[in-house]
């Protein structure tokens, strides 16, 4: 199977094809093997346009809104990011490819431990990755505050302050947030004075945001 022409196929069609203009975005879905970070069984679907499972009940997104998310960055190439549900790793490569530093967080051992791996060999070596699994502990990471950017790849019930609290004057966040079922894609910009300005855009369906300010388990 020729992943390289997949994977063609699938930015010309679900990311050009779908209004993703950042020319900075396009190539790097272009260079990020995306079958690598999803189990072997379902390696042949890598590149289709939908979520796929990757164990823990959890999934990788599908490469239209990872690509939406990472547009709304703006990342310029000096960026320090926060990403909240490292999963697959799959945004996690993106992000570290598009930024200067990538800290990643992860509840579940098993997908920290399969990401590193795959980031590893793609020598990404500009991600930190903390393992976050102790019931109720806040969600982000305070002491490496504050960040340029931050995305949060599982749905909340509401913004969390204690995100926006961690995101730098001028700095841009993207999460879903709605109910369980539902969510709609926000982005935030934090003014120099730390006012917040909101955008809503498309509808989604992101696994929960598990702590504090999230969903409870």
């Known amino acids: 199977m020729n992943?390289?022409?997949?994977?063609?196929?699938?930015?010309?069609?679900?990311?050009?094809?779908?209004g993703i203009a950042h020319r900075r975005v396009i190539d790097t879905m272009l260079k990020i093997p995306?079958?690598?970070?999803?189990?072997?069984?379902?390696?042949?679907?890598?590149?289709?346009?939908?979520?796929?499972?990757?164990?823990?009940?959890?999934?990788?997104?599908?490469?239209?809104?990872?690509?939406?998310?990472?547009?709304?960055?703006?990342?310029?190439?000096?960026?320090?990011?926060?990403?909240?549900?490292?999963?697959?790793?799959y945004q996690t490569a993106i992000l570290a490819s598009?930024?200067?530093?990538?800290?990643?967080?992860?509840?579940?051992?098993?997908l920290a431990l399969g990401a590193r791996k795959c980031l590893d060999s793609l020598k990404l070596f500009n991600v930190q990755l903390r393992i976050n699994d102790t019931e109720g502990s806040p969600i982000g990471w305070e002491e490496e505050a504050p960040f340029d950017a931050i995305i949060v790849t599982a749905g909340a019930p509401e913004i969390p302050e204690i995100l926006t609290s961690q995101l730098a004057c001028?700095?841009?966040?993207?999460?879903?947030?709605?109910?369980?079922?539902?969510?709609?894609?926000?982005?935030?910009?934090?003014?120099?004075?730390?006012?917040?300005?909101?955008?809503s855009s498309v509808s989604c369906r992101f696994v929960p945001l598990i702590g504090k300010q999230g969903w409870q388990v």
Do not use: C, W
Request: aromatic share 6%; charged share 30%.
């Open 3 to 18: 992943f390289e022409i997949l994977r063609k196929k699938m930015v010309q069609d679900q990311i050009v094809g779908r």
């Open 34 to 89: 995306r079958h690598i970070f999803v189990q072997e069984a379902f390696a042949a679907q890598a590149y289709n346009d939908k979520a796929l499972p990757i164990g823990e009940k959890q999934t990788i997104s599908q490469p239209y809104i990872v690509a939406l998310m990472t547009e709304k960055l703006d990342l310029r190439g000096r960026e320090k990011v926060l990403e909240i549900g490292t999963g697959s790793g």
């Open 98 to 110: 598009l930024a200067d530093r990538v800290y990643s967080v992860e509840r579940i051992r098993p």
């Open 170 to 199: 001028g700095g841009r966040m993207v999460i879903p947030v709605g109910n369980d079922l539902e969510q709609r894609l926000v982005s935030i910009v934090k003014n120099e004075d730390g006012e917040l300005h909101l955008e």
